[in-house]
C-alpha cells in the first residue's frame, strides 16, 4: 500500500521548460527524501527534508517541505534532457527503516 | 568505492521454478534492504537487515519467499516457487547511517516468470 501520492503520473515537457511535481500523504512524516530512478538503475537520492516549510535548493532543483510535513514539491527551472527520470518521493515516519515510496512521476524532457 | 552490487540483473523462468538473487552492499553498511518495484510503481520493502538480524520482515510473503544474510554483509533471496505474479524488479540496497536515512541502491534484478 502506497500512502504517498505522487502527481502527475507522466509529464513530457521541452527543454527549457519549469516543471513541478508533487508528492502528498494524508500522514505525517518526519522526513522526506527524493530520489530520481533512470531506466535500469537504482533510486538515486537527490534531497531530504526535515522540517516543515523547508526549501532546499540543488542546482537547478527546488524541494520543500510542506508546513505540516503531509506535502512536499520539486520544482525543476530550465529542464533539461539529462533530467529525465522517474522521481520518486519516500517518506520516513518514524524511522528510516519504514521509509514508504511513492509510485513516482515519470518526467521525459525532449531537446 | 564500489556501490552496490546484485546479480543475476535479468532472470527468465517458467513458473513454479526456484530463482535467486543475490546481493553485495556497500564495504561497512550494516543495513541491507530488499525491495520490489513493479512496473510504473515504487519500490516496497520487502525484508530490512541490521547485521545479521531481519528486523523488519513483515512485508516477506514467507509462504514462498525467504532471505539469508547469514554473515552480516551479503544477502541472498530466494523464491520458491516462483508465480507469474512475482515478475518484477528487486532492488537491494544498503545503509551506513540510519539517522541520514540516505540508501543506496544496486542495479536490481529483474525477474520474468513465464
Known amino acids: 500500500t502506497q500512502l504517498l501520492e505522487q502527481s502527475p503520473q507522466f509529464l513530457s515537457i521541452q527543454e527549457g521548460e519549469n516543471l513541478t511535481v508533487y508528492c502528498n500523504s494524508s500522514s505525517v512524516f518526519s522526513s522526506l527524501q527524493w530520489y530520481r530512478q533512470e531506466p535500469g538503475e537504482g533510486p538515486v537520492l537527490l534531497v531530504t527534508?526535515?522540517?516543515?516549510?523547508e526549501v532546499k535548493k540543488l542546482k537547478r532543483l527546488t524541494f520543500q517541505f510542506g508546513d505540516a510535513r503531509k506535502d512536499s514539491s520539486l520544482h525543476i527551472t530550465a529542464a533539461q534532457p539529462g533530467d529525465t527520470g522517474l522521481y520518486l518521493c519516500?517518506?520516513?515516519?518514524?524511522?528510516?527503516?519504514?521509509?514508504?515510496f511513492g509510485a513516482g512521476t515519470q518526467v521525459v524532457v525532449t531537446p | 568505492e564500489a556501490g552496490v552490487v546484485q546479480s543475476p540483473r535479468y532472470k527468465i523462468i517458467e513458473k513454479k521454478q526456484p530463482v535467486a538473487f543475490w546481493c553485495n552492499p556497500i564495504?561497512?553498511?550494516?543495513?541491507l534492504y530488499w525491495y520490489l518495484q513493479n512496473l510504473g510503481q515504487g519500490p516496497e520493502l520487502l525484508i530490512r537487515?541490521?547485521?545479521?538480524?531481519?528486523?523488519?520482515d513483515s512485508q516477506l510473503p514467507k509462504d514462498r519467499f525467504s532471505a539469508e544474510r547469514l554473515k552480516g554483509v551479503d544477502s541472498t533471496l530466494k523464491i520458491q516457487p516462483a508465480e507469474l505474479g512475482d515478475s518484477a524488479v528487486y532492488l537491494c540496497?544498503?545503509?551506513?547511517?540510519?539517522?541520514?536515512?540516505?540508501?543506496?541502491f544496486g542495479e536490481g534484478s529483474r525477474l520474468t516468470v513465464l
Open positions: 519516500a517518506g520516513g515516519a518514524d524511522s528510516w527503516g519504514k521509509l514508504q
Open positions: 540496497a544498503s545503509s551506513s547511517d540510519p539517522n541520514t536515512g540516505e540508501l543506496f
Open positions: 564495504s561497512g553498511h550494516n543495513t
Open positions: 537487515y541490521e547485521n545479521e538480524e531481519a528486523v523488519d
Open positions: 527534508v526535515v522540517t516543515g516549510g
